[in-house]
C-alpha cells in the first residue's frame, strides 16, 4: 500500500478549520487594535469580540455575560477549581470531590490544593471507565465545597453523567463545574439545561486557533476573578483580548455545531470499523473504556508486549499520526493514570495507542491504519 499521511490525534489538536481561519485573518492584519482602544480600530475589535461571545454563548445555550475568555482550557479548569476551592474555603468548607479520570489541568491542581489544606476525593471509575451519578451523590457532605467532573474523557473517550450530576449538586447546594474540552463541538451541549455553575472548553479541540478557549460561570455563581490587572472580561479575566483566536473560536464552534450530526454519524462509522478491525487482526490487543456513551471518533487500545512510544514512533514512519496515552502525558513515562483507573496492568497500559479521527477523517484513512497499524505491531513485536 502507497504510503500516505494520516491525522489521528483530534483529541490532541483538530485539524484548524479554514471558514474559522479565514474570519481571524482579518484581526491579525489590517484590524489588529486593542479591543480597549477608543478609536475605530480598537471598536472594532471590541465589535468583534462582542460579537464572539453572543455567537459562543447562543451556541452553548448560555447568556453572553456568562462567557469569560481564558487561554484555553488548562487555564479554564486552573480557574474553575481554584475559585471554588476559594469560594467554599470562605464559608469553611475544604473538601473537594472529582473523578480519578480528570485530565491534568484539573488533577494536578487537585493535587496543589491538597498541598493548602484542601482534601480531596478521587471517585473510581469502572473497567469500562464509567461513573455514576449515584457515587457523586454519596461522596457529599456537608464540607464538601466543589464537585468537578469531566463530560467526556480525552483519552478513553467515555461521556459521563453531568446533568444528573449537576442536578446532585444543585439539590445539595454544592458548586459544579465540568471540563468539556472533548465535548464541547463534539456533542450536543445545552448550558441552560444543563445546570453546571462552570464548564471550560477550549478552542483548539473544534478546530479554532490554540491559545484560547472559555470558561462558562453561571450567573450568580460565587466565583471569583483569576488574572488580576485591566478590566477585561468584565474585570474578571484581565488581559489584552486574543482577538483573532476568539472570532475563530465563535466561528469553529459555530461550524461544527452545523455540521455535529453528519459528522459524528461517519465518525461513530469508522471508529466502529477500527476497533473491531484492529482487536480482530491483531492478538492481544483489547479496546480501553466501554462502547457505550463514548465519543464517536475515540478508538484507545492496549497492545500486549509493545511499548506505545515505539508504536508511534513507528506508525510516524508509516505516516500515521496518533497518540498513546494524553498529549500531554507524552513527557512522562507514567503510563496513563486514566487507563490505571480503569484497572488495566501497568505494563499493558503502556502499550496504548489512542487514535482520535475528526471531521476531516476519511474512509481510505481508516483503511490504511486498518492495515499498517497491525504490520507495525508484527514488526515491533518481531523486534522483542
Ligand atoms: N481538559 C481536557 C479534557 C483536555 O483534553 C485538554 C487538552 O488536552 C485540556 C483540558 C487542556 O486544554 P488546553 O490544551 O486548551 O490547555
Not at 120 to 145: C, S
Not at 224 to 241: C, H, I, K, V
Amino acid at each position: 500500500m502507497e504510503k500516505r499521511l494520516v491525522y489521528a490525534d483530534f483529541a490532541a489538536t483538530a485539524v484548524p478549520s479554514e471558514r474559522a481561519l479565514n474570519k481571524a485573518m482579518p484581526y491579525l492584519k489590517e484590524s489588529f487594535g486593542n479591543a480597549s482602544g477608543m478609536y475605530a480600530l480598537g471598536m472594532r475589535s471590541a465589535r468583534a469580540v462582542l460579537d464572539a461571545r453572543k455567537s459562543i454563548a447562543a451556541s452553548l445555550g448560555a447568556k453572553p455575560e456568562e462567557i469569560f475568555f481564558t487561554s484555553g482550557g488548562t487555564e479554564s479548569d486552573n480557574w474553575a477549581v481554584r475559585a471554588a476551592a476559594e469560594s467554599g474555603a470562605r464559608k469553611g468548607k475544604r473538601h473537594l470531590i472529582s473523578s480519578a479520570v480528570e485530565h491534568h489541568a484539573v488533577i494536578n491542581t487537585l493535587k496543589d490544593l491538597e498541598t493548602k489544606g484542601f482534601t480531596v476525593t478521587y471517585l473510581p471509575v469502572d473497567k469500562e471507565g464509567r461513573l455514576t451519578a449515584e457515587q457523586v451523590r454519596e461522596a457529599i457532605t456537608d464540607d464538601t465545597a466543589l464537585v468537578s467532573v469531566m463530560t467526556a474523557n480525552n483519552e478513553i473517550g467515555i461521556i459521563y453523567p453531568v446533568d444528573e450530576i449537576a442536578e446532585i449538586c444543585r439539590s445539595r447546594g454544592v458548586l459544579f463545574h465540568t471540563d468539556a474540552v472533548q465535548a464541547v463541538g463534539h456533542i450536543p451541549m445545552d448550558l441552560s439545561k444543563l445546570g453546571a455553575d462552570m464548564v471550560s472548553l477550549s478552542g483548539h479541540k473544534f478546530g479554532a486557533m490554540k491559545g484560547i478557549g472559555a470558561l462558562y460561570v453561571r450567573k450568580g455563581a460565587d466565583i471569583g476573578s483569576f488574572m488580576t490587572g485591566g478590566a477585561q472580561e468584565s474585570g474578571r479575566r484581565a488581559g489584552t483580548e486574543n482577538v483573532a483566536a476568539i472570532v475563530s473560536m465563535a466561528e469553529a464552534l459555530a461550524e461544527s455545531i452545523e455540521n455535529m450530526d453528519a459528522v459524528n454519524a461517519r465518525l461513530t462509522v469508522m471508529r466502529d470499523r477500527l476497533i473491531d478491525g484492529l482487536t480482530a487482526s491483531i492478538p492481544d490487543c483489547f479496546l480501553n473504556g466501554g462502547r457505550e456513551n463514548r465519543l464517536a471518533g475515540n478508538v484507545n487500545l492496549s497492545v500486549k508486549g509493545v511499548d506505545g512510544e515505539s508504536m508511534l514512533l513507528m506508525l510516524d514512519m508509516m505516516g500515521i499520526m496518533a497518540s498513546s496515552g494524553s498529549a500531554c502525558a507524552v513527557a512522562q513515562k507514567d503510563p496513563s493514570h486514566v487507563l490505571l483507573a480503569l484497572g488495566v496492568d501497568r505494563k499493558l497500559a503502556h502499550g496504548s495507542l489512542r487514535l482520535s479521527l475528526g471531521c476531516t477523517t476519511t474512509d481510505e484513512e481508516v483503511d490504511y491504519m486498518l492495515e499498517r497499524i497491525p504490520e507495525a505491531v508484527s514488526r515491533l513485536r518481531a523486534l522483542r
